[in-house]
């Protein structure tokens, strides 16, 4: 969702940070869900690491026979950025959250942290990135854990045998945030059968309990805007219209820190507001998305069936009808069929099942490489969902007092207890 | 163009099968081939004469579930644009531009420059946008400001020599990035429609007058002053200038065209582009 910074920060309210006198010894100062979710951490609270020439970008040709559609002519492999170390070291896969490319900040945060203590790291693009879905994605339909598991391991073998000459690795492992961190778990569960990389420590970083759970909390925030999901346009043109003007009647430098800050203290958007411009933000995620796999998949869900869209071509009334549709839309409609097709008998239930970290427990609870970081107010979580995370991972599972949903994943703490996870 | 591709339908694996037993099972016989040619042919003919117009009965396309039409909502992050076919073309050929030529310059001038010899070559050339920033500070008639721009560049071409150093924003001199593009918003002039300029990006009718006048300007500036003018090779280590002023600029810009993966980048960008410089150029925005 790197795109969508400028909008993400176009939502805050929030009490001023003095007030956070925390009365516990966690320095992130946050305090609420939404706000954290937000904005992120301050730049002050990051930890710096030096400049490096050690980073590059892979991309990788994972199906060479594959025809790419026009409209996406710039696709030319899957993009993953590479961090190495000149001597021997072990390797770290990592994996971006819904809808995030390879240089996704919260993913560049993780993959510095980690080069600086001495890894190798490749992060990869989510199964949910259009780039993944028209390069790596063997259905081009994402969603299922299964499969997007399945897509993901061979994009790492793929990964591998590009950069195997250039560095020497000493073992492997695996970590992920949000959407990335409930699939890390599956694709390590999939590495015990092929044994391709035996990972040694794999990592969950704010996962869902169960992914259609967890959408559906997500979808219930975009309700709360006045006349529904159906109204989010004008929610939106309205949001935009306070924000300019509020900078307007600011005396502001520039669209920086200061202004953000201020936004912040100023409690510019109601609770209500800031939850619906989360929801709307994930829509437009989510309408990459479904235009993409329809574009691969030529289902005529959005695009008419059989139109080939040039590179000139016209494609915004696409995007105002996909960010229209919601989740469910896409799972009942286009998701579901398919899967239902494909294995006859097939029920949704069953299907949702089969998309929670309870499908595989037995094998979570049993092995020891796990470990799992979330906040007590993701909100991604419902309570008993972070109850049954405690109960399946006990001491694996560090639960921190706040920081939202990936909200304090580039503090230096959570920084440094990611590494210190992986260097144990 | 006109050839039907389709690309994965959802049961891929199948309908390829059939496909192949298909070729295998039909003899291709050489009247057939004749006749296959003149449809070819004939295909070809139409889709050369008439485009737009036939191309969805030859297509034979389905309408797509979901439409337009069904919604009923206001259109949003949309901005003025009735060259949208001539942007995408140039947005196309920046990002060509960007892989082929200016991004592996670039990418070199990374490799053989030391990270701190970069950091001063950027602080230098942005010491010099101070010109720029001052000269529309002044056009906007914006006091305070201007004290404040000729403050840092006074500070940084002496404390900080040359500009390579910065002390005048630990000093509280705040950067204001300033251009023509924004002064003539700043007086209300509209933004025109949205403009992809080529190697530049995005821009505005507006704001491509400004950037000429902008360069006008500093060109002139530079004329003026004439700091290699006695050298005898005045054009020379003037063009050199400005093409590592033109390297540091896109390393100092992270921006790569497509790389977001997100099929709807070009609107994103857009967007952004179009809300930043309106809300920065600081016009009144009516309210909804």
């Known amino acids: 969702m790197m795109h969508l910074k400028p909008l993400l920060i176009a939502c805050f309210i929030l009490l001023p940070l003095p007030s956070f006198a925390a009365d516990d010894d966690y320095g992130y100062p946050i305090p609420g869900s939404y706000e954290a979710t937000i904005l992120g951490t301050p730049s002050s609270l990051k930890p710096e690491f030096p400049a490096t020439k050690h980073i590059r970008q892979i991309v990788l040709n994972v199906f060479p026979d594959r025809e790419i559609p026009p409209v996406f002519f710039y696709e030319e492999g899957l993009r993953c950025t590479f961090a190495y170390q000149k001597q021997r070291a072990p390797l770290v896969f990592l994996i971006a959250g819904a809808g995030a490319s390879d240089r996704a900040p919260n993913l560049l945060a993780m993959m510095k942290a980690l080069y600086n203590a001495g890894f190798h790291v490749i992060a990869m693009p989510s199964p949910s990135n259009a780039n993944f879905i028209v390069s790596a994605s063997e259905s081009s339909i994402p969603g299922d854990l299964t499969e997007d598991s399945a897509d993901l391991y061979r994009a790492m073998e793929v990964a591998w045998k590009q950069v195997a000459g250039e560095i020497d690795v000493s073992s492997f492992h695996l970590g992920g945030y949000s959407l990335g961190g409930i699939q890390a778990a599956f694709v390590a569960k999939l590495d015990e059968e092929r044994r391709v990389f035996n990972f040694q420590k794999v990592l969950m970083i704010n996962p869902p309990v169960s992914l259609y759970n967890s959408v559906t909390r997500i979808e219930e925030m975009l309700k709360q805007i006045p006349g529904g999901p159906k109204k989010q346009g004008i929610f939106f043109n309205r949001m935009f219209s306070k924000f300019s003007q509020f900078y307007r009647y600011g005396n502001f430098v520039a669209i920086n820190d200061d202004f953000l800050y201020s936004i912040y203290t100023e409690r510019l958007f109601s609770q209500a507001e800031t939850a619906g411009l989360i929801g709307l933000t994930f829509r437009i995620s989510l309408a990459g998305m479904i235009f993409s796999s329809d574009v691969m998949t030529n289902s005529g869900y959005v695009v008419p069936k059989n139109r080939v869209l040039s590179s000139r071509d016209s494609i915004f009334d696409y995007f105002l009808v996909s960010t229209h549709l919601s989740f469910f839309d896409y799972f009942n409609e286009y998701f579901y069929p398919y899967f239902q097709k494909k294995r006859p008998g097939l029920t949704k239930k069953a299907l949702i099942d089969s998309m929670s970290i309870r499908s595989i427990e037995g094998y979570l609870k049993s092995s020891d490489k796990f470990g799992v970081m979330t906040n007590s107010n993701d909100f991604i979580l419902t309570r008993e969902e972070l109850d049954y995370l405690l109960q399946l991972f006990g001491e694996r599972l560090k639960i921190y007092p706040r920081g939202g949903h990936l909200g304090n994943l580039e503090y230096k703490e959570n920084l440094a207890y990611m590494v210190d996870f992986f260097s144990r | 163009m006109m050839t039907v591709s389709r690309y994965r339908a959802f049961q891929a694996p199948i309908s390829r099968d059939r496909c192949g037993d298909k070729i295998i099972s039909c003899k291709i016989t050489r009247n057939k081939l004749y006749n296959l040619l003149t449809i070819y042919a004939l295909i070809l003919t139409m889709c050369l004469t008439g485009c737009a117009v036939t191309r969805v009965d030859i297509q034979g396309e389905v309408p797509a579930r979901h439409s337009i039409s069904e919604f009923k909502d206001q259109r949003f992050a949309e901005v003025d644009d009735p060259w949208e076919g001539f942007n995408r073309s140039m947005y196309r050929f920046n990002f060509y531009f960007d892989k082929y030529l200016f991004l592996p310059v670039v990418n070199g001038y990374e490799f053989i420059t030391p990270i701190f010899l970069q950091e001063r070559i950027s602080g230098f050339y942005n010491n010099l946008g101070e010109i720029r920033n001052l000269t529309n500070s002044l056009l906007q008639l914006k006091g305070a400001e201007s004290v404040s721009t000729l403050g840092r560049f006074v500070t ?133």
């Open chain 2, 156 to 288: 940084n071409s002496t404390v900080g020599i040359g500009g390579m150093f910065d002390p005048a924003t630990s000093f509280g001199m705040k950067q204001h990035n300033q251009d023509f593009g924004k002064t003539l918003g700043y007086w209300g002039a509209d933004s025109g429609p949205y403009l992809v300029l080529p190697i530049l990006g995005p821009s505005s009718l507006r704001d491509t007058g400004g950037l000429a006048v902008d360069s006008g300007i500093t060109y002139g500036i530079y004329t003026a002053v004439g700091p290699f003018g006695n050298s005898g090779n005045s054009f020379l280590i003037g063009a050199g200038i400005k093409a590592v002023e033109n390297i540091d600029a896109r390393h100092q810009q992270s921006f790569r065209y497509y790389e977001s993966g997100y099929p709807f980048e070009y609107y994103m960008v857009r967007f952004f582009y179009h809300e930043k410089r309106e809300i920065e150029s600081g016009k009144r925005i009516p309210s909804n």
